[in-house]
Structures are given as C-alpha cells and as structure tokens.
C-alpha cells in the first residue's frame, strides 16, 4: 500500500461532520479486502470485521474518525450572499479572502468577502464565523436556486508533497489516522493476532464523537485503539505540550486511558525499535476514545496520535513516516501482546 496514494484519496474525499457520504464511500472501497464491511445507516459509521472472528478471542476497535471540519449554509441574503456557521472547531483567523466550495444542487466556487486593508478601521481581530459572508457571484434569486439552507461549505486542498516526508492538505485530522489502520491492516496479512479485529472509521466526531459513542457500542468490543492526531511543536509553543514531527506515533497516558495498554506499546515500541513519544493528558483526551471507553460496559482504551502541524485549518501537516509508524506499532501490538489489559466482566 502506498502511504501518500492512500491519504490522498481520502482526504481529497468531501466529508463535513454530518454529510460524509463520499469520504464513507472511499473508506469502504479501502476497506473490502480485509472483511465484511457495514455502513451504519443512522450515523453511517464505516465498519470493518477483520477476517476469521474466532470466539476465543477478545476484540479490539481500531477507530479513526472520518468527519472534517467545515461549514454549513445558516441563512442566504437577498442580494446572494451566504452566511455560515461551523461544523466543527474551524480557525476563523484563516478564512477572510479564502476561495470555498459550497455543495448546492451543484458545487460552487465562493470567496468569502474581505475589506480592503486601505478601508479597515481595525484588523487586530479576526471576526466570529457567523459574522463572515461568502460572495457567491450570484444573485439572490439565482443562489436560491442553487443553494439550500443547510447545505455544506468547506475550503479545498489536494495532497500536496513538501520537503523529505511532509504533506499537507485539509483532512489530515484524521485521514492520516485512517491511512495508518489502513497500513496496519497490510502489515497484519498473513499474521495470527490476540485479537479479533473490528475497524470502525467513525462520523462526527468533530461535533462530539457521536459516531464513536454508537459504533462502540455497536461492536461489543472490550478494548479500543483510537488513532488521531496531536498538536506538533511548529514555533512558540511550550515544549511540554507539543510532539516533534518525524519522532513518531504519540502513546496517550490519562486518567481516563488504560494504563496497562500505554505501557504496553511503550515497551513494545522500545523492544521493536520503533520511535515513539509519550502525550500525558491529565483527564478527557478529545479524541473518540472518550466516548467509545465508556460506551457498553466500558473498554480498555488507548490513544496513538500522529504529529500534525496547522491542526483544524485546510493547511495541515504531518510527516508520513509517523503515519507508517503508528502502523507498524499498532500491528507489533496486535501481534505480541496478551490480554491482560481486558477488564473483567
């Protein structure tokens, strides 16, 4: 499986908290070779029963979540400007002059408006995302048309390479988690895990893990892997708070993670020479392992995050050797731990 390749495809794939039909669709293109996939039909959560099931042994989620930040048309002005409102934790600072697409009837090209900097009174802050306009170049009558209230928004970006193994695009947050299960999936063919496996590339997450808290559930699994992404130290940050892109995956420790689980792929890490980074986080992580550890009767969780640089702007970036080896760490665990970490029932 090619790394990029396989980003590419999904984060180029539309998939707005709420609406992530086409991105659902890639996933479970990805998917059809390692077993029988499912799209929930009320959240439409992807989910993937990995090969053999075999009633001996335990069963682990490897979840990722597909949704991605965006908007979604909240009002349409007489004379065809647009108003927004946010799906997801959208960096307003980024969006004054930006090129966006909207999913009408047909998709449109906007810009959201912007005063010349000669007529701005103030430019110290940037404005609330309900208080942002998107010029459509069409007349009210005619956006009306076009435009529905409720349909989506969202800046695009194709994968793009930069220097040594860098990439950036919009989505990365979390596709490059997707790719990486994707990658585990590959190194696992052919290898006899502890575990049965269940992928679940979960929905909206990005409005409050509802697709994890359902899919969780769903799966009757008693322990979980969460694959996302974490804030890389770019310039100013406290060192304490960030990761370092190309150091590697990011081990979770927390109150609400198992313990015995973040140890584990520590020392499996350190015993297969993978690199790798601790992430202490000192109570809810806000990533899907909060909702899928007490979905059911609860479940042994972890986190693994990827580095990423620019998070929840269409700008992002991570290295795609940290991608490949969260992967050979995850599959390394599938394939040499015990189940000791299970709780009891």
Known sequence: MNTFDTLSQL??????????????????????????????PA?????????????????????????????????????????????????????????????????????????????EKDST??????????????????????????????????????QGGRVTAKAIDDRSGMTAILLALDLLKGRDTFYNIVVLFSSQEEIGERGAATGGFLSKASTAIVVDVSFAKTHGESDENCGIMGKGPMIGFAPSLSGEMSDKFKLIAEKNRIPYQIEV????????????????HGKATVTISIPEKHMHTPVEIVDLNDIENTAVLIAEYLCNCDSGEEASV
């Open 11 to 40: 984060c180029n794939a539309v998939g707005v908290s709420g609406a992530e039909n086409a991105v659902a669709q890639k996933a479970a293109e990805l998917l059809q070779s390692y077993g029988e996939v499912v799209v929930t």
């Open 125 to 162: 802050a940037a404005p609330d995302i309900d208080e942002i306009y998107i010029d459509t170049g069409l007349d009210g009558e005619r956006a009306n048309e076009l435009i529905s209230l409720g349909d989506i928004v969202l800046i695009e970006n194709d994968l793009e390479r930069l």
């Open 281 to 296: 986080m000192n109570g809810r992580t806000g990533t899907n392992a909060d909702a899928i550890g007490i979905s059911g």
């Open 43 to 119: 959240l439409g959560n992807v989910m993937c029963r990995v090969g053999v099931f075999d009633d001996k042994k335990p069963t682990v989620i490897l979840d990722a979540h597909m949704d991605e930040i965006g908007m979604i048309v909240t009002y349409i002005t007489d004379d065809g400007f647009l108003k927004v409102s946010g799906c997801g934790g959208i960096d307003s600072r980024i969006l004054l002059g930006q090129q966006v697409a909207i999913y009408g009837k047909e998709k449109l090209i906007g810009i959201v408006t912007s005063t010349p900097p000669h007529l």
